[in-house]
């Protein structure tokens, strides 16, 4: 890092004023363009406090010097220049912006993508339509939420349908757009989709940002345990283990911990002692992690070890039937070796292959078993993984 950007970045206002002083007036599009590139290695409250340095000096003189800005991306600093735009909006301005929204780059329809969230020009639609469903997230993000602020639906509707798609990438974006769209209604939707998508866990990651846990549960007690178990599953593959705060993870657990429990909380409450002690017994999950992180975790974890395993396993093997949305998760954790060999007889292919894996862990599984899985199975390369158990 620069001596500038450590100047504009200090806690001394004998160092930082002048050069945010100078960033915006001249307009320093080079220190700006350095700030965002070593974002990554800044703290949140200290990117704030640029942010807030920066818009100190932004008057109606100069805010036009911001637009040279739209050339780098930063949520960091996505909030400040827009606002700052918006609060200076005239015709002027709007048609720059929104000559950037169709001819500049992505960083630069990202910014101007925001700002017809704030400044809600009906000229903006067509454009932001365009790109509802960008492969640039942050992009696909903001036409989805200016498009709500503008109350178009037809975004909105292309997604819904979208979520009835073959393809699960498709589906994915769907989600994605509809969570930034902000519509509750969808929600019971995104969820059947996610119980039949590859994509569950990412999915999963989602929701809560549209509908928290507690506000799910509280409508379909399955579906918010599904939601928080495909979560889980997620944790430090697919999910940050940052998001824990946005999750309100903890009060979570400590509501279903203190409340009557039944085989589907168990089940939960199984995988979720099993991945906080993975994550807290390998450094590589915590070692980029921040202090705050760390210590929820650490939180989550003694938390969970206050429960009695021992009825949450004798609950959880109720959860051992094809029709259970946890019967994956049941089959990690049970020791009966008889109700394991019952889904032997179902019509669902990967119960079966799943559940013949469990019984060669157990050192359980038989001839028998592997002759009755394949009578009932057509799957050509099923039938040859099950020969070579």
């Known amino acids: 890092m620069d001596d500038r950007l450590k100047k504009l970045t200090s806690k001394n206002p004998n160092d930082y004023e002048p050069v945010a002083k100078q960033l915006i007036e001249v307009p320093d599009v080079e220190l700006f363009k350095r700030l965002v590139e070593n974002e990554d290695f800044l703290f949140d409250f200290v990117k704030q406090n640029v942010a807030n340095r920066m818009e100190k000096y932004c008057n109606n003189t100069n805010y036009m010097n911001l637009l040279d800005f739209l050339k780098y991306y930063s949520p960091s600093y996505e909030e400040f220049i827009v606002s700052v735009l918006a609060r200076y909006a005239n015709e002027d301005l709007t048609d720059k912006m929104l000559d950037l929204l169709e001819n500049g780059s992505t960083d630069e329809k990202t910014y101007c993508a925001k700002f017809f969230s704030l400044i809600k020009d009906p000229l903006s639609i067509e454009l932001l339509d365009k790109y509802a469903f960008d492969d640039n997230a942050s992009l696909s993000s903001n036409c989805a939420s200016a498009l709500a602020k503008l109350g178009d639906k037809n975004s909105y509707n292309t997604a819904v349908e979208m979520l009835d798609s073959e393809d699960d990438f498709s589906r994915l974006a769907a989600v994605k757009f509809l969570i930034s769209y902000g519509d509750k209604q969808a929600v019971e939707k995104i969820v059947q989709t996610m119980k039949t998508s590859a994509f569950s866990e990412n999915i999963a990651g989602e929701i809560p940002y549209l509908c928290d846990l507690f506000e799910l549960y509280e409508k379909n007690q399955q579906d918010g345990l599904y939601v928080l178990n495909s979560i889980i599953n997620g944790f430090g593959e697919i999910l940050s283990l940052s998001q824990v705060f946005d999750f309100r993870l903890y009060e979570f657990l400590e509501y279903l911990i203190r409340n009557p429990k039944n085989s589907q909380i168990a089940i939960v409450l199984l995988n979720a002692a099993d991945k906080f002690n993975t994550l807290t017994e390998n450094d590589e999950y915590l070692f980029d992690e921040t202090k705050d992180t760390k210590q929820e975790i650490l939180d989550i974890k003694f938390l969970l070890d206050s429960i009695d395993l021992a009825q949450l396993y004798y609950l959880a093997d109720n959860e051992l039937n094809p029709n259970s949305l946890f019967v994956f998760t049941a089959l990690d954790f049970t020791e009966d070796e008889n109700k394991v060999r019952e889904l ?34 057509e799957d050509a390369n099923i039938i040859n993984i099950i020969k070579a158990m």
């Open 344 to 377: 032997l007889s179902c019509s669902h292919p990967t119960i079966v292959l799943r559940a013949l894996d469990v019984l060669k862990q157990m050192e359980a599984i038989t001839d028998q078993d592997k002759t009755e899985a394949m009578n009932k199975l």
